[in-house]
């Protein structure tokens, strides 16, 4: 397939890039923001003769998504703040069994109902915590459709290289508006498969066991391997155990599996940070805003840069620890109470300078926002 | 062709003495033993139904049998 | 000539003796359906049991196929995505009379809607067992339960019913009282292409017998027998408490997996 140019809403984006990322199964239920994903998929999945089926709810979509997981298949599901809490105990199902899948959540005013046809960026510490227990979680996110469609390709690829759930964190702004969208040719970007066990038939195969290199081992239901997936906490074979000493590792394993990835999946694009003094660190349609009034004051001689972060989660600390180091302002703009700002404050020795700069009335932030917002940080006015 | 008894087997780990299957045979085969375990106790009343191996919900019971007409007719 | 009636080979023997009570009904579905599977000479590996939370569910553990244990409730939908995913797989789903029609019931209801070809079997002792004995959706008025310690005032429902409503177009009922009918039907619902339900009544000794005094498993089963007739029979009329066991529904009609290979075939089409 050559390369293709096209003229989309951002959840169409999405919805191609999971094609192109070789998408075999999706199970969703329609919620505003995120429903175009759906459609778009309803219609391209049987044409390439793959699986789409509308189920009953949230919870029934997030489970769908992991039983066909589990027989092989890449796999999707899309939502918005209510569908995204309602699938949460099952999202901690497949952290736990380790199992790939990928959930868009296409944030919308919260909390509750809130408003579905407009922006926030509410749901970034739910996407960290959202299930019960000790666990680590990937959630990317993207300010543009580009970044879209790869961060999409990319969220299927982690999921099958470390066996995870992959958020991919949108916003209303970026999954309705329309833009020019480049779809590589085939071949262009690397896409990854779940690595499958060389284990024979008859043979002992552990589905939790992991390799010398760390990595696990997977075997389709109706191979030649029968072994047991459950939410309990379980041995090398899939079985129930509270054996303390099996527990422990589990667990540890679960969030360091993540956790020590961090750096590896830590995508972000650094704009004039070299000798910035005003570091805006800034992520989805906020990002596209804050980009703006770095441009606008580089133009006038101000030393002021731009962080977007793309991987939310696992918090690339270490990155954003270096990039601000020389910062004598950092300012996060996000549209919410304040979400990822804590992450930054816990990253950095001195967190009195990390400044909030946000909006939560359902609109997008703008450059006048933001510039206003900088101005009284530097004791300027209004 | 007839089926009779060869024999049960009764797995004395997996028997956890309900007494289902005493109580279900038609024939007052089984009892319970002394380890409230099943056991067999009139073998020869066995009429091969197979209802203690189907009943036991502990799996524990397997009824060998062999053809009453051993000599090879069919 | 000995006749090899034996299941061991269907059973991971390793986690015997299982860990239900002594007497408890869902061992006998348990050899119920690993002899139905063996009848139909399904091969293991393509057999995929799934099952929800609770003691009924436990039972994908013993069993030598794919087994996946999912979260309460859910077992149909997990088991939608592994069937429409991979249709050629044999797709069973034991759950427990609350995991599939209280906190399941609308996936219950959807799956049998979309007549997708999986077997649920509705392991039913009316009470939730694993967590203590608290009264379930199928307890009853008058039942006592940990959390009814007064008597249960709520109404329960017919599953078979519900079932029949919803589009499955296999539906039976019975008893583990009833093993050879147990089996048979178990069989036909494997063997039907479509959402088959069985609901088979099984005893819980621990909780919901001894709460309501109904005596040991050997009385429980008793009463099974005395409390049901066959589908059709002339007691039910004079006695409309009685519950029926045999075949309810059983039609042909699109199954959702095929029905699904021609939305393929017309968007392939275009």
Redesign the interface.
Known sequence: MAQEICFVQGNEACALAAMYAGLDFFAGYPITPSTEIAETLSARLPEAGKKFIQMEDEIASMCAIIGASLTGRKVMTATSGPGFSLMQESLGYAVMAEIPCVIANVQRGGPSTGNPTHVSQGDVNQARWGTHGDHSIVTLTASNHQDVFKMTVEAFNIAETYRTPVILLFDEIVGHMREKLIIPEQGEVELVDRLRTSVREGVNYHPYLPREDGRLPMSDFGGVHRYNVTGLYHDMWGFPTDKAEVVHDLVHHLVKKIDYAANAIAHHVPYYLDDARTVLISYGSSARSALSVVEHLRRRGEKIGLLELQTIWPFPAQLVREYVAKAEVVGVVEMNMGQLINSVKLAVDDPRRIYLINRVDGRLITDKDIKQTLRVIQGEGV | MA?RL?KHEI?Q??C?????CV??CPKDVLVLDKEDKAAVARPEQCIAC??C???????AI??????SDSEGKR | ???D???RDY?RERF???M?????????V???L??AVKELGINKNELVMVSGIGCSSRISGYVDFHSLHTVHGRALAFATGVKLSKPGLNVIVPMGDGDALSIGGNHFIHAARRNINITALVMNNRTYGMTGGQCSPMSGVGIKASTAPYASIDNSFDCVELARAAGATFVARTT?AH??QL?ELIKKAIGHNGFSVVEIFSQCPTYFGRKNKLG???DM??AFKEMTVPLGSEKKKGNPALFERGIFVEKELPEYCQAYDQVIARAQKR
């Open positions: 089926k060869k797995n780990d997996w956890k003495g309900c007494g289902i109580a279900m197979r209802l191996e189907k009943t036991c919900p502990d799996l397997e009824v060998f049998t062999e053809d | 000539m000995t006749e009636t034996s299941v059973l015997f003796p299982h239900w009570c002594p007497g408890c009904g869902h061992g006998i348990l050899n119920g690993v002899r583990v093993v050879n089996s040991g498993a050997v089963l008793k």
